[in-house]
T-cell receptor
Framework: GAVVSQHPSRVICKSGTSVKIECRSL??????MFWYRQFPKKSLMLMAT?????????EQGVEKDKFLINHASLTLSTLTVTSAHPEDSSFYIC???????????FGPGTRLTVT | AQKITQTQPGMFVQEKEAVTLDCTYD???????LFWYKQPSSGEMIFLIY??????QNATEGRYSLNFQKARKSANLVISASQLGDSAMYFC?????????????FGRGTSLIVHP
């Protein structure tokens, strides 16, 4: 299957700082990337959908100014958590999909801890 | 309303036995895809099996099979010959094709524990 990488896998940052998470599709062109947040023992919560070259579509309740998403190329999308606070600590997972395809391929996830 | 319903928060099975994880879905779109993912404690989402709404036969992938009952809108996952390594969270998901949105929806998951 297709490979999606995510970096970093784990990050600890101080409150008030910003953190950037990268999601890369390694062997296919990802026209659409999804960003999820997952709390312990809970399901994936879709945060936003990003299509290459256009602005991300955020789900209701997700602050677009806090969670900046950029999908500048067909292989890279980034999620920047701005002015992070302890309540932003979570597991963030990206997935990538090609145009017209139902399948989505997940990255390994990033565990963010804000102290 | 929940689009994907997984009614079993936790399931236990004896090693080498088969287990069925339930999933029902709700959509009015004739085109959709159904997925099952496994998430071990490491957190990665591992794709297991896919069923398209127009597929005539139930999908199978090794020890995994999907019992697709379209009229009942159910897509249960059957794991045969359970192994200790199958212990994990299992998520049922759907992507609908309406308007080309393909927005994915996940169920709440089922925690499976395989006993030796």
């Amino acid at each position: 299957g297709a490979v999606v990488s995510q970096h970093p896998s784990r990050v600890i940052c101080k409150s008030g700082t910003s953190v950037k998470i990268e999601c890369r599709s390694l062997d296919f062109q990802a026209t659409t990337m999804f960003w999820y947040r997952q709390f312990p023992k809970k399901s994936l919560m879709l945060m936003a959908t990003s299509n290459e070259g256009s602005k991300a579509t955020y789900e209701q309740g997700v602050e677009k100014d806090k969670f900046l998403i950029n999908h500048a190329s067909l292989t890279l999308s980034t999620l920047t958590v701005t002015s992070a606070h302890p309540e932003d600590s979570s597991f963030y997972i990206c997935s990538a999909s090609s145009s017209g395809q139902y399948e989505q391929y997940f990255g390994p996830g990033t565990r963010l801890t804000v102290t | 309303a929940q689009k994907i319903t997984q009614t079993q928060p936790g399931m236990f099975v004896q090693e080498k036995e088969a287990v069925t994880l339930d999933c029902t879905y709700d959509t009015s779109d004739p085109s959709y895809g159904l997925f099952w993912y496994k998430q071990p404690s490491s957190g990665e989402m591992i794709f297991l099996i896919y069923q398209g709404s127009y597929d005539q036969q139930n999908a199978t992938e090794g020890r995994y099979s999907l019992n697709f009952q379209k009229a009942r809108k159910s897509a249960n996952l059957v794991i045969s010959a359970s192994q200790l390594g199958d212990s994990a969270m299992y998520f049922c998901a759907m992507r609908e094709g309406g308007g080309g949105s393909y927005i994915p929806t996940f169920g709440r998951g089922t925690s499976l524990i395989v006993h030796p």
